[in-house]
């Protein structure tokens, strides 16, 4: 973990420099031994196919069910005059299961409110750390990892959460694998072949995790994950630049790497849909923070994720209402999608996940408001005009179309 540079010394501008290591780090208070845990001895084999596990896709470790459940309505066209929805995209990084029941607790939020999310699935988590010499990353060593293998009990949790996730009609996609953020075999140094080797290895990871554990009585993941998956975010967001053509050539349908995002409506770079984590107010403060969980964190106990207990109630407060008053600019002024980026970690007594949960119940309910994933909000960017869009992208952040909707979008 890198030192972390104060919003407020860097000004207005947040540049690479400062979201190096702020993007969080996965669960980077994992023993990178990995943890001990009920082991799964079993012989392998390719299951035998019922009809609840669709068309097995190679080793049975996935398999093709047909049609995602539980999507929107297919998209439509705003109507001239008519109010953009407020998106809301709230995303995972790492997407494990490790023993602190958050996966299953935010599905069952997630369920209740109606919202679907985005789930960045660290590739390495369903690879066992006996096996870990099968992982080659890019300019590291063999089987190296910036973040811990899971035990065997926590990949089986998270096989059953992330098929569950599918399900329920969320998205996976990946964080790739070994969370390398510093040194010569930082992400932010690897080529686009560098990434397509990276990304390789995720999707072999997550397609065959059947033969790499041996487990042959549990049910494949109900989908063809080659097909699923169509974006990312990068280690501490970086290395973006070398990572889109990489993308591009795969058919990937947008990136969630850029550091430092304002809240306006996206354009695309080298053909994807350009979706940062923005900066958003800090109850406070007079510089603003980046819209995920460990970004607060840096800001409020300078990296500690254990440190003066007798602050948590008020930390808490204060990351509650900076979701909230990034939600609240957009959603008053120019309707621009927010993104927000969270951990799957108990970080400061677990303050944070409170936070992301008590600002999504204040979110969800209101008019126009839609919690989606990133790949679903592709799916409407992809149906609109694009001169249309090109008008949304006029307004700055905070600002209110002059004269109202319907006279805005009549000047263009």
């Given at each position: 973990?890198?030192?972390?540079s ?11 420099a ?12 994992q023993?990178k ?21 669709g ?10 069910t ?10 439509v066209r705003?109507?001239?005059g ?35 999310m ?15 010499t ?23 949790e998270?096989l ?7 399900l329920?009609g ?12 510093g ?10 072949a ?14 065959e ?6 487990w042959?009585d ?5 989908f ?8 990312a975010?990068?280690p501490?967001?970086?290395?973006q ?37 923005q ?6 403060h ?5 819209s995920?969980d460990y970004n607060?964190?840096?800001?409020q ?14 930390w ?9 008053a ?8 120019n ?5 927000i980026?969270?951990h ?9 996940m ?13 008019k126009?408001v839609?919690?989606?994933s ?19 992208r006029?307004?700055?952040?905070g ?5 109202g ?8």
């Open positions: 973990m890198r030192d972390i104060r919003r407020g010394v860097l000004g207005a501008g947040l540049g690479a400062a979201a190096i290591g702020i993007a969080g780090c996965g669960s980077f208070n023993d031994g990995g943890r001990a845990g009920p082991g799964g001895d079993g012989k392998g084999g390719k299951p035998s196919p019922s009809k609840s596990q068309r097995l896709i190679g080793d049975g470790s996935t398999s093709d047909g049609k995602q459940p539980n999507q929107p309505p297919k998209p705003l109507e001239p008519q109010t953009p929805p407020q998106f809301v995209i709230f995303s995972w990084d790492g997407a494990g299961e490790v023993g602190n029941g958050l996966f299953p607790r935010f599905l069952e939020l997630a369920r209740n409110h109606d919202a679907a985005t789930f960045f699935l660290s590739g390495l988590y369903l690879l066992p750390e006996s096996k870990k099968i992982y080659r990353p890019p300019n590291n060593g063999i089987g190296a990892s910036d973040i811990g293998y899971l035990s065997d009990g926590h990949i089986k998270t059953k959460y992330v098929r569950q996730a599918w329920d969320h998205e996976i996609g990946t964080h790739f694998n070994g969370h390398f953020c040194g010569s075999g930082s992400v932010g140094n690897w080529s686009p560098d990434w397509q080797n990276e990304i390789d290895q995720a999707v072999k990871f997550v397609t995790w059947r033969t790499n554990t041996g042959k549990m049910d494949p993941l109900p063809d994950y080659r097909k699923e998956l169509v974006g975010r990068t501490c967001l970086l290395g630049d070398k990572l889109l053509p990489t993308a591009k050539k795969l058919g990937w349908r947008y990136d969630a790497s850029s550091p430092g995002g304002r809240q306006m409506w996206p354009e695309k770079r080298q053909g994807l849909w350009d979706l940062p984590l900066q958003i107010p800090f109850p406070g007079s510089f603003e923070v980046l995920m607060i964190l840096a800001n106990s300078n990296n500690s994720t254990k440190g003066m207990p007798e602050r948590y109630p008020g808490k407060k204060q990351a509650t209402e900076a979701y909230l990034g939600f609240n600019r957009a959603y008053e002024s309707r621009a999608p927010f993104y980026g969270n799957f970690e108990r970080w400061n007594g677990g303050i944070y409170d936070a992301v949960e008590e600002a999504l119940k204040g979110m969800t309910g209101k126009d839609r919690l989606v990133f790949r679903q909000f592709c799916d409407w960017l992809d149906v609109q005009d694009p001169q249309v869009l090109a008008k949304l006029t307004l700055e952040v600002q209110s179309p002059a004269g909707w319907n006279t805005f979008f009549k000047a263009a």
